[in-house]
């Protein structure tokens, strides 16, 4: 099943950034990238490329594997892309 643990604020660039922690103990750092409409607090630089008009953007180990429309969807993609098919 997993679990996904992700920060409440987001980092400097903009980021969200945490783990995703298998049943068996492995994790894997999981970074979120709002989109650009996400309200941001006063630290975030402007100067992200990267983020998309629309999309949340899902890095796994530093790459960029999914986007998604809603946050809520987030943990779903993430347990798919890292947890076995049964």
């Known amino acids: 099943m997993g679990k996904l643990t992700l920060s409440?604020?987001?980092d400097g660039m903009?980021?969200?950034y945490g783990t995703f922690t298998d049943?068996?103990?492995?994790?894997?750092r999981v970074d979120v990238l709002p989109p650009k409409s996400?309200?941001?607090p006063y630290f975030v630089l402007d100067t992200n490329e990267r983020?998309?008009?629309t999309a949340w953007?899902?890095?796994l180990g530093g790459e960029?594997?999914?986007h998604v429309s809603r946050r809520e969807d987030i943990e779903?993609?993430?347990s798919q892309k890292l947890l076995p098919s049964t």
């Open 38 to 40: 996400h309200p941001r």
């Open 14 to 16: 903009g980021f969200f």
């Open 8 to 10: 409440d604020m987001q």
């Open 23 to 28: 049943d068996y103990g492995h994790s894997v």
């Open 57 to 59: 953007l899902i890095f």
């Open 64 to 66: 960029e594997v999914a």
């Open 76 to 78: 779903k993609i993430v």
């Open 51 to 53: 983020q998309h008009d």
